[in-house]
């Protein structure tokens, strides 16, 4: 990164939380934190962050340009075609390759709104009058509409979004093997590192929890009794919040069973292994902790964790990727198979169950996105047995 080019770090707020400032040459933009402030108020904390990321982008782009972006948007004037054209250029490709159609779409809607709040503010502190007023409506409109165009040409000749992939009986088999403490393919050397991995994944596949839901569990969230459960939570206190990876609950509270054989496991855990992580005065009430200072894990140390068990095994041979997103899809088609299987629920409990389960709105189209796989094999379950009684 060149001397003084745009940046986003995180900041702590009073509360515990955090939230993304985007600071040029070393100073917060103010024209960008009001936009964080305001936008804050309408989407979710991963969202606000993927946003702000998507904006240091223009940024960036004009300060390779010796352009000020605040200087530009403050005339008030339309984007014109070259600049939306580049922009876009800039906007559609990550590390050289041209970005998926669902991040485009996210930088569509993020600039899209960081432009419309830039001409309201820089408007509203003109006082125009009501003919100008029109007019700085006008381009703001034609600066949106200029961009999205090209992003859009650009979105449909992008690769479709990859869907996470489910894991099979096979590959879900070749995990156990893989997290097992015993394993040698297992790739982590220390036993505690590895019996709070194998405890980390079990919870994934049990829970179908997201990441920033896994690393912000509590002790007091698992219960190992007669029928033990995992309870995730909608809000949480300030202490989750210490590590500036953006954690947030991005979810609606719910409280999950879990298997006796997990129950046993994580009591080990708890008893032995996890006493490994902790370290003098520097106690933390989260269920999973890292080996660096004894807190909680951040989302990116549950990837490096994924990555590495991707590594090995079966897995290293390449054409499956174990990931976050493939891993909570694979809970949540093993949950739906199960439930289709007691064949006890209708279509509509059904629905609420897995949107339950999921932590997902009531009637949510992630239900039959994430349990895509175990729909298909129920329709052609049902035409197979259709077509078997025609042909008797």
């Given at each position: 990164?060149?001397?003084?080019?745009?940046?986003?770090?995180?900041?702590?707020?009073?509360d515990?939380?955090s939230?993304?400032?985007?600071?040029?040459?070393e100073?917060?933009?103010?024209l960008?934190?009001l936009w964080v402030q305001?936008?804050a108020?309408?989407?979710?904390p991963n969202t606000l962050?993927?946003y702000a990321?998507?904006?240091?982008?223009?940024?960036?782009?004009a300060?390779?340009?010796?352009l000020c972006?605040e200087t530009?948007?403050?005339?008030?004037r339309?984007?014109?075609?070259p600049?939306?054209?580049?922009i876009?250029?800039?906007?559609?490709?990550?590390?050289?390759v041209?970005?998926?159609?669902?991040?485009?779409?996210?930088?569509?809607a993020?600039?899209?709104?960081?432009?419309?709040?830039s001409?309201d503010?820089?408007?509203?502190l003109a006082?125009?009058?009501p003919e100008?007023?029109?007019?700085?409506?006008?381009?703001?409109?034609?600066s949106?509409?200029?961009?999205?165009?090209h992003m859009?040409?650009?979105?449909?000749?992008?690769?479709?979004t990859?869907p996470?992939?489910?894991?099979?009986?096979?590959?879900?088999?070749?995990?156990q093997?893989?997290?097992s403490?015993?394993?040698?393919?297992?790739p982590f050397?220390?036993?505690?590192?590895?019996?709070?991995n194998q405890c980390l994944v079990?919870?994934?596949?049990e829970?179908?929890?997201?990441?920033?839901?896994l690393?912000l569990?509590?002790l007091a969230d698992?219960y190992?009794?007669a029928s033990?459960t995992?309870?995730i939570?909608?809000?949480?206190n300030?202490?989750?919040?210490?590590?500036?990876d953006g954690?947030?609950?991005?979810?609606r509270?719910?409280?999950?069973p879990?298997t006796?054989?997990?129950a046993?496991?994580?009591?080990g855990?708890l008893?032995?292994?996890?006493?490994?992580?902790?370290?003098?005065n520097?106690?933390?009430?989260?269920?999973?902790l890292?080996e660096?200072?004894?807190?909680?894990?951040s989302?990116t140390?549950v990837?490096?964790?994924?990555r590495?068990l991707?590594?090995a095994?079966v897995?290293?041979?390449g054409?499956?990727?174990l990931h976050?997103?493939g891993?909570?899809?694979?809970?949540?088609t093993?949950?739906?198979r199960?439930?289709?299987?007691?064949?006890?629920?209708?279509?509509?409990?059904l629905e609420e169950s897995?949107?339950y389960?999921?932590g997902?709105a009531?009637?949510?189209?992630?239900v039959r996105r994430?349990?895509?796989?175990a729909?298909?094999?129920?329709?052609g379950?049902?035409?197979r047995e259709?077509?078997?009684n025609?042909?008797e």
């Amino acid at each position: 990164m060149l001397p003084g080019e745009p940046r986003v770090r995180r900041l702590r707020n009073r509360d515990g939380s955090s939230r993304p400032v985007l600071l040029v040459g070393e100073m917060p933009s103010v024209l960008s934190a009001l936009w964080v402030q305001d936008l804050a108020l309408q989407v979710r904390p991963n969202t606000l962050d993927a946003y702000a990321r998507d904006v240091l982008i223009v940024y960036r782009w004009a300060y390779q340009r010796d352009l000020c972006l605040e200087t530009r948007l403050g005339t008030l004037r339309a984007l014109n075609g070259p600049e939306c054209r580049d922009i876009a250029s800039t906007l559609t490709s990550v590390a050289n390759v041209m970005a998926s159609q669902s991040t485009i779409e996210r930088r569509i809607a993020s600039i899209s709104s960081f432009i419309n709040f830039s001409f309201d503010l820089f408007s509203e502190l003109a006082c125009l009058s009501p003919e100008l007023q029109l007019q700085c409506d006008r381009n703001k409109a034609l600066s949106v509409r200029r961009l999205a165009k090209h992003m859009k040409f650009a979105k449909n000749n992008a690769a479709p979004t990859i869907p996470s992939q489910v894991l099979n009986g096979v590959q879900q088999a070749a995990l156990q093997d893989i997290i097992s403490p015993e394993s040698d393919l297992n790739p982590f050397k220390k036993r505690h590192v590895r019996v709070r991995n194998q405890c980390l994944v079990q919870v994934m596949l049990e829970t179908g929890v997201r990441r920033a839901e896994l690393v912000l569990l509590e002790l007091a969230d698992v219960y190992l009794g007669a029928s033990p459960t995992i309870r995730i939570r909608s809000s949480i206190n300030a202490g989750a919040r210490c590590r500036r990876d953006g954690a947030s609950p991005k979810t609606r509270s719910r409280t999950v069973p879990i298997t006796s054989k997990l129950a046993r496991r994580l009591s080990g855990y708890l008893e032995r292994e996890r006493l490994e992580f902790t370290q003098r005065n520097r106690l933390s009430v989260h269920l999973f902790l890292s080996e660096l200072d004894g807190q909680r894990l951040s989302v990116t140390a549950v990837n490096h964790v994924l990555r590495k068990l991707g590594s090995a095994g079966v897995f290293a041979k390449g054409g499956t990727r174990l990931h976050p997103h493939g891993i909570r899809s694979t809970s949540a088609t093993e949950a739906r198979r199960l439930m289709d299987a007691a064949g006890k629920a209708s279509h509509s409990e059904l629905e609420e169950s897995l949107s339950y389960f999921g932590g997902w709105a009531p009637g949510s189209r992630m239900v039959r996105r994430y349990t895509r796989e175990a729909v298909s094999e129920k329709v052609g379950r049902l035409l197979r047995e259709e077509r078997r009684n025609n042909d008797e």
